[in-house]
């Protein structure tokens, strides 16, 4: 069976940092930015690249600001 390899993309500035993906990410892949986003919200990163895309964090998201690739690895 193939390895997955995943990246997520958050929309930055739609995110409202309710922290709900970090909590879904069984792979601690998701952090929350020490900086702040236009709205002065701290917003969801990608800090670790052992990412699977299983997609978690998307579903869970309220906003729908995540966007997550998958890349088969041979």
């Known amino acids: 069976m193939a390895k997955l390899k995943g990246k997520i993309v958050v929309d930055v500035e739609m995110c409202k ?14 952090a929350m930015s020490k900086k702040v986003n236009g709205k002065g919200y701290h917003y969801a990163e990608a800090v670790s690249d ?5 997609t978690n964090c998307a579903v869970v998201c309220p906003d729908g600001v995540i966007t997550v690739y998958r890349v088969k690895l041979s």
């Open 50 to 54: 052992m990412c699977t895309g299983c």
């Open 17 to 30: 940092g309710c922290e709900l993906c970090i909590e879904t990410c069984a792979d601690k892949c998701i």
